[in-house]
C-alpha cells in the first residue's frame, strides 16, 4: 500500500514508526511510502493495521498529514 505525506520532511518519522510495528516501509518518492505488513493474512487485515498504525501516528504528530494512496 501507499502512503502519501503531506510534509516530505516526515517521511522519515513514518518510516521508522512503522518498521518498529514490523511494517516493511520504504520510499517511493519525495513524500510517499510503499508499505506492507509481512505477518497479514490478507490485503484486508493489512489495510486495516495500517489504518490503525497511521492513527497513531497522526496522534503523535498532529500537525503531520498522511493518507492512503489507491
Known amino acids: 500500500m ?7 520532511s516526515s517521511l ?8 518498529r510495528a514490523g511494517c516493511a516501509a520504504d ?3 519525495p513524500d ?3 508499505v ?3 505477518r497479514a493474512p490478507s490485503p484486508e487485515q493489512e489495510r486495516r493495521e495500517l489504518e ?3 492513527a497513531v501516528w497522526r496522534a ?3 500537525d503531520a498529514g498522511a493518507e492512503f494512496v489507491d
Do not use: A, N, S
Open 2 to 8: 501507499k502512503i502519501r505525506l503531506d510534509d516530505p
Open 12 to 19: 522519515e518519522d513514518l518510516r521508522d514508526f512503522l518498521r
Open 27 to 29: 520510499p517511493i518518492g
Open 32 to 34: 510517499t511510502l510503499e
Open 36 to 38: 506492507t505488513v509481512p
Open 52 to 54: 490503525i498504525y497511521l
Open 60 to 62: 503523535r504528530f498532529p
